[in-house]
């Protein structure tokens, strides 16, 4: 069950598979949409807060921020604006006018960011409803001036903090805690101060608010950036040398909601379907309405005619592409094709993770990869041939018959350009390779325990079908009950050294994305089949179940509790952020070696 933007702002105030590769079917695109409604263009004004690109642009690189002399400093502040459509625009701005840059840090280097929470109260559903936690928390009321943000737990449509995904951090106030920290509009500038582990993996990481309840709206807003850890072509050295493009995936709100799908689409095997908030379910046929659009490096690709981007490029030359999955909702499974033929591309990371197999890199070529929310990839592409130009593409992912519309779309046009400018960031030609691992490599390691957690999907009202759905994730011998950030009492404890298997099943017909803050894992099984994959993920999709299954879609996942910097309260949860903020989430207790 998806949600609109506005909805989810209720749902947060009341509080197979398409697999681990992808699937495959065919894009095609027309020109811009004729029929693009009026409201949809913001006023100058709205462009200055929060600027984006018109559609069909080039594709703009990110801002780099780089740490020198082993520290980042950085200011940011986070605003939003409300659009004459009634959606509402968030960013992350620099000083000097930068949207949501990039932040590049090496292994052992300080961070010190000091974020400004300039949020508004303009949701324009918000003063409707009543609170969610109780006096402090609710969207209307004014955020009480706290004066430690550290443990407000305050929860507003305006109060925000930052998750940095995939990073191996301290749950702790100041670095990557999200269960207390809420920072206020009238709060002074917030600093997070945090070393970056001297054996943080080189690979691509990103950003984002993670205040319950409304992570989606702020995210969805465009509330997102990447971070990337260098020295990839340490455990890659075929990397070395290779530009590098970072391009972010998001969604948004449809900017055209009422048109019908283009002429060039075959006729729809069946009839669109919409849930009770209005948003594109999955219709099981790859064409149709999407359920929300895609952008790219905030270049938007609209619905119905998705006229893309454009990626100019040398001729025939190879890259490095970071591509990050930062949409709320919106499964990616993406494809390069030139002529209409799919090119094999090298995959080199996912999930922030350079692939290793018996301590050597590895690298799989394939002609798709999928991307779940949250997820990343960084993979070696080679430009089209003079004259040609390609195609970057996202093909349809089947979401299960309650998951949302993800359908074949074409995002960006890759044009073939000897006056292609130089791109800002190259990787080092020289390099010394990484480290040798010091732990034994996660497969060879035997669990303490198995554990098994199970996805659930329950209409809040059984008697209205179209009454907000409730979303749970629950641990088998525990009740269902929907997460409550100011409960505390965690789901789950564990000890730092431990490695524990834990069977993820999905009893409902959406596909979801598990997803753990400060580790990452190992994929052992996929309903009961053992895999072999040479890379460890933070996030994974467990398919969605059909009535006719005779049991309950799974993955097997070996966690790694083995890092000292794992100590402490975290959570756990699925990645559509509309069902993280639905209750789908729980807690995780990491305790010291020895400590009862």
Not at 191 to 196: A, G, I, K, R, S
Not at 226 to 239: C, D, F, Q, S, T
Not at 422 to 433: C, D, F, Q, R, Y
Not at 520 to 547: A, C, I, Q
Request: charged letters at 20%.
């Amino acid at each position: 069950m998806n949600f609109s933007q506005s909805s989810i702002r209720r749902q947060a105030i009341r509080i197979a598979c398409f697999g681990l590769i992808g699937l495959c079917a065919v894009v095609s695109w027309n020109g811009m949409a004729e029929n693009k409604a009026p409201s949809a263009q913001p006023s100058a004004a709205q462009i200055d807060l929060c600027p984006r690109p018109a559609v069909g642009s080039a594709v703009p690189e990110p801002a780099d921020v780089r740490s020198s002399h082993g520290v980042l400093k950085l200011d940011l502040t986070i605003r939003n604006v409300l659009e004459k459509d009634g959606s509402v625009r968030y960013c992350y701005m620099t000083p000097s006018g930068a949207e949501s840059p990039t932040l590049r840090v090496h292994p052992g280097d300080r961070v010190e960011l000091r974020l400004k929470n300039d949020l508004k109260d303009i949701e324009p559903d918000a003063k409707a409803n009543g609170p969610i936690y109780g006096p402090i928390c609710s969207a209307t009321a004014k955020p009480h001036k706290v004066s430690n943000p550290c443990d407000s737990g305050v929860m507003t449509a305006t109060s925000t903090n930052l998750h940095f995904h995939g990073m191996t951090m301290s749950p702790v106030c100041h670095q990557d805690d999200v269960l207390k920290t809420s920072i206020q509009p009238s709060d002074p500038v917030f600093e997070y101060n945090f070393v970056v582990p001297k054996d943080e993996p080189p690979g691509l990481y990103w950003y984002h608010p993670h205040v319950h309840g409304f992570s989606s709206v702020q995210v969805e807003g465009g509330a997102s950036g990447a971070l990337i850890v260098e020295g990839i072509e340490r455990a890659m050295p075929e990397v070395a040398g290779l530009p590098e493009r970072v391009l972010v995936i998001r969604d948004q709100d449809l900017l055209n909601p009422n048109a019908p799908p283009n002429k060039s689409e075959p006729p729809q095997l069946t009839k669109s379907q919409v849930d009770s908030d209005g948003d594109a379910q999955n219709n099981g046929t790859g064409f149709g309405k999407p359920s929300k659009d895609l952008s790219v490096n905030f270049v938007t690709v609209p619905y119905p005619n998705y006229e893309p981007a454009t990626i100019r490029i040398k001729p025939g030359q190879k890259q490095l592409w970071r591509v990050l999955n930062s949409s709320s909702v919106t499964y990616l499974n993406l494809a390069l094709l030139y002529q209409r033929k799919p090119q094999s591309i090298g995959i080199v990371a996912i999930d922030g993770v350079p692939e290793q197999k018996d301590g050597k890199g590895v690298i799989p070529w394939v002609d798709h990869i999928g991307i779940p929310p949250g997820s990343r990839v960084e993979f070696i592409m080679n430009g089209p041939p003079a004259g040609e130009t390609g195609l970057l593409v996202t093909r349809w992912v089947d979401t299960g018959p309650a998951g949302e519309n993800d359908p074949n779309r074409a995002l960006a046009l890759i044009k073939a350009d000897p006056q292609a400018p130089e791109l800002a960031s190259t990787l080092p030609t020289a390099h010394t390779p990484l480290p040798a691992a010091k732990l034994t490599p996660l497969r060879d390691v035997k669990p303490v325990r198995t554990r098994k957690l199970f996805f659930t999907e329950v209409q809040s009202n059984p008697n209205d079908p179209n009454s907000p759905t409730d979303f749970y994730i629950t641990v088998e011998g525990q009740k269902p009950k929907l997460f409550d950030p100011h409960n505390g009492m965690p789901n789950i404890t564990v000890h730092q050294g431990d490695v524990e298997d834990w069977i993820i099943e999905n009893r409902s017909p959406e596909l979801h994305a598990f997803h753990i803050h400060q580790i990452h894992f190992l994929v052992m099984e996929v309903d009961g089949h053992p895999v072999d994959e040479p890379f460890l993920r933070d996030t994974v999709n467990v398919p969605y179940y059909k009535s006719t299954e005779l049991s309950y879609p799974s993955v097997r996942l070996r966690m790694d509790f083995r890092d000292p910097h794992t100590v402490g309260t975290f959570v756990y949860h699925c990645h559509l952020l509309e069902h993280e903020d639905g209750g789908m989430m729980g807690i995780v207790r990491v305790l010291p070696r020895g400590k009862k």
